[in-house]
């Protein structure tokens, strides 16, 4: 509070939510947003040291904390993330800022955490720690979008088809994992 903007790139397959600091250094910092504490008058202060790696070779590093978060129409009160100082060339030629998890509390780098979908579902926003993510055909703008909670009704052509998770539940692996016997582009 006031809001800082940022754009965040969605990830299944984490659970942290983080945006890079004004101490931010390395190349994958240039040019994007930054997150300035100083400016917050609801920002919670700093926990613990924090770094996370992709598979494609990118990293961050930083300092958790805890501040006010609007995701959407979501005004998320105590939302802990992080603050990355560090960001390696992996993010040098994207153009998000930063990255919010979606996968559940088991895969947080700092175990506790409470993720911005649990959050959702705690503040009662939300019914259930789910989302809809429909993507838009790159001949026609590439748009998207990700409806927290449920699915847009105005995306789904035919039936809706529910597919169970690996594992049993969310639950048992924080991950969004199903079974595919065979995959078809086109």
Not at 48 to 59: E, F, L, R
Not at 114 to 138: D, E
Request: net charge negative; aromatic share 10%; proline share 5%.
């Amino acid at each position: 509070t006031p809001p800082q903007a940022f754009t965040c790139q969605i990830d299944t397959g984490s659970s942290d939510l983080w945006v890079p600091d004004v101490s931010c250094v390395g190349s994958g910092c240039s040019g994007k947003h930054k997150f300035s504490s100083s400016d917050s008058t609801s920002y919670g202060g700093d926990g613990v040291p924090w770094s996370i790696s992709y598979v494609d070779g990118s990293s961050a590093s930083g300092v958790t904390a805890t501040d006010t978060v609007k995701v959407g129409q979501f005004v998320l009160k105590g939302q802990q993330f992080a603050r990355a100082t560090s960001m390696n060339d992996g993010f040098q030629s994207q153009s998000f800022d930063g990255i919010i998890g979606l996968g559940g509390p088991q895969t947080a780098v700092v175990p506790g955490t409470v993720t911005p979908i649990q959050n959702m579902k705690n503040q009662g926003f939300i019914k259930t720690r789910s989302f809809g993510v429909w993507l838009g055909k790159a001949a026609e703008g590439g748009e998207g979008e990700i409806t927290f909670g449920a699915f847009d009704p105005a995306h789904i052509v035919g039936k809706l088809t529910l597919i169970p998770l690996v594992g049993g539940s969310f639950d048992s692996t924080g991950l969004w994992t199903v079974k595919l016997s065979k995959i078809s582009v086109g």
